[in-house]
């Protein structure tokens, strides 16, 4: 346990150590925000509501989205594909220890950095300017536990795609598809409900929906009861289910590693 | 100044040619570009299974306004985009080779960095214009045309002068490059959306602030007959083409300030 601590906290200094790049990219995911928000706006200044959205909850779910990307990091998590790539992966399987679980300490690490630092002061940005709704205190433990399984969905899932760099040599490819399709899927570009209704259905069911859409809209108060804990039951399926995968890719990848000695 | 052209071409020809070497290569990544970007027009069309329209414009010509500031991005995109690159070299100690070398800093970075699969996005911007173009069967007059013509080309001014001035951000902070971003994908985001949707103060930051407005919406709008919020004045639109030479020139004054107060670590 406490060598799984010990590497988180690499995995937070990792990011603490640049404060300009914190405050950088908290300027751009708010600027992006605001942006959406208005696009929304005009949506719903048409129409009263969007799948169960109004105003109020529209404005709040780019904002909170956007204060979730950067600690489930949907973008360009390529630790593992960049060091498979330069042969430095060699050392990291060395290690006693497993190169799932030692990743996910870092990961964990980087995003509870990512979630004091970045996520909290744009969900200020967005109170202060566009007022939007904090969730209800009563709410506060299912926010934490889908924001946490949000974040495990999004270690799970970049784990599997950046394993793919032991099959493919340019790994970059496939980053940049998979990049693409979880700006739509996970409800980033525009929020799931939006589409058009069998895509929506389908979108929600997929992995990329329990990293944003669906905690966020946990955030906003929309699933009570029942449903609520279906939602988290989604996410928590999964996170073990990718996790398992990328167990088992990386049983396969290893067995594959020529390390060329030199 | 010609001969700097002059030598970029040679540059860019030289990395063409390396990159067309890895055809499968260069063909993946340009579709990955291409299927990129459409992804993004993909959700703004989701849009309009919900509402009729945006702002007051309908789908052909929200399509419309895309296609001429999408195509003006990604041409700029394609000519600039890789003085991004200065963070990294800022950081790392390579920028200091570059100026040993006898050409500017603007050109070496943009030639040396040039991504053809880029030509992707390009695509992608030329197919919506396209599919715009037959959803909104206007009757093209020669003024028309000119004006879309010229919108275009200052768009690709606009957009590379902002790549320009936000790369140059990191002469002063090193780490600071993510806040470009905001401004050149946020800008392209803005402007692909009529500016009717925006609040007074974003109308004018993108028309008087950052001259986003003349790289697309003022000239697609006169082209559409649309009118023009308060707060922008709709002439304003006939000084397109000076803007942008002047937002060009602008955004090179502040590299060579960001370069005066470049100190090298050294190393």
């Not at chain 1, 060091?83 to 679980?101: M, N």
């Not at chain 1, 970045?118 to 969900?123: G, Y």
């Not at chain 2, 790549?163 to 600071?176: N, P, R």
Request: overall charge positive; proline content about 4%; charged content about 10%.
């Amino acid at each position: 346990m406490r060598l799984w601590w010990e590497v988180a906290r690499r995995g937070w200094r990792q990011r603490s150590a640049y404060r300009a790049a914190v405050v950088a990219g908290l300027f751009t995911n708010a600027s992006f925000g605001a942006l959406r928000a208005y696009v929304l706006l005009a949506v719903l200044a048409q129409r009263d509501t969007v799948g169960g959205f109004d105003e109020t909850a529209a404005v709040g779910f780019v904002f909170f989205t956007q204060a979730l990307l950067a600690p489930v990091m949907l973008f360009g998590w390529t630790d593992i594909a960049d060091r498979v790539r330069s042969g430095d992966i060699a050392t990291d399987l060395y290690r006693p220890v497993d190169l799932q679980h030692y990743s996910m300490a870092t990961f964990a690490g980087r995003s509870a950095f990512e979630l004091v630092f970045r996520s909290l002061p744009i969900v200020a940005v967005g109170v202060v300017a566009f007022r939007i709704p904090l969730p209800p205190v009563d709410l506060l433990p299912a926010v934490v536990l889908t924001v946490t399984l949000a974040v495990l969905v999004g270690f799970a899932l970049s784990f599997v795609l950046n394993l793919l760099a032991f099959w493919l040599l340019d790994s970059d490819g496939i980053a940049t598809i998979a990049t693409s399709v979880g700006f739509v899927l996970a409800g980033l570009a525009i929020p799931l409900p939006f589409l058009p209704s069998p895509f929506a259905g389908i979108a929600q069911a997929l992995p990329w929906a329990s990293m944003l859409q669906r905690p966020v809209e946990v955030m906003l108060g929309l699933h009570g009861g029942l449903e609520l804990a279906g939602v988290l039951a989604v996410q928590a399926l999964w996170a073990v289910v990718l996790l398992l995968f990328g167990q088992w890719l990386l049983s396969r990848a290893t067995a594959r590693v020529v390390v060329h000695g030199g | 100044m010609v001969d700097e052209l002059r030598l970029w071409r040679v540059l860019v020809a030289a990395r063409v040619r390396s990159q067309w070497q890895y055809r499968t290569s260069f063909l993946l990544y340009a579709c990955g570009s291409f299927l990129g970007a459409l992804v993004d027009f993909v959700a703004l069309s989701a849009i309009f299974t919900k509402v009729p329209q945006l702002g007051g414009w309908s789908f052909g010509e929200v399509a419309f306004l895309y296609g001429v500031s999408g195509l003006g991005f990604a041409l700029a995109s394609f000519a600039v985009a890789s003085v991004g690159n200065l963070s990294r070299r800022v950081k790392d100690g390579t920028f200091d080779s570059l100026l040993l070398r006898p050409l500017g800093t603007i050109t070496q970075l943009s030639a040396e960095g040039f991504a053809l699969r880029r030509i992707g996005r390009v695509a992608q911007a030329g197919c919506v214009l396209v599919l715009s173009l037959m959803l909104l069967e206007l009757s093209w007059t020669p003024g028309r045309v000119a004006v879309t013509t010229v919108a275009i080309a200052c768009g690709t001014l606009v957009y590379a002068a902002v790549f320009l001035a936000t790369a140059a951000i990191s002469f002063w902070v090193i780490d600071g490059a993510e806040v470009g971003n905001a401004f050149t994908y946020g800008g392209n985001y803005l402007s692909n959306q009529p500016l009717d949707i925006y609040a007074r103060w974003l109308r004018s930051f993108a028309t008087f602030v950052i001259p986003l407005a003349f790289a697309a919406y003022l000239p697609v709008a006169w082209v559409l007959d649309k009118p023009v919020p308060a707060g922008i004045p709709a002439d304003l639109m006939w000084a397109g083409p000076v803007v942008a030479v002047a937002a060009l020139l602008a955004a090179q004054a502040v590299w060579q300030a960001g370069l005066h107060t470049y100190r090298s670590t050294g190393t």
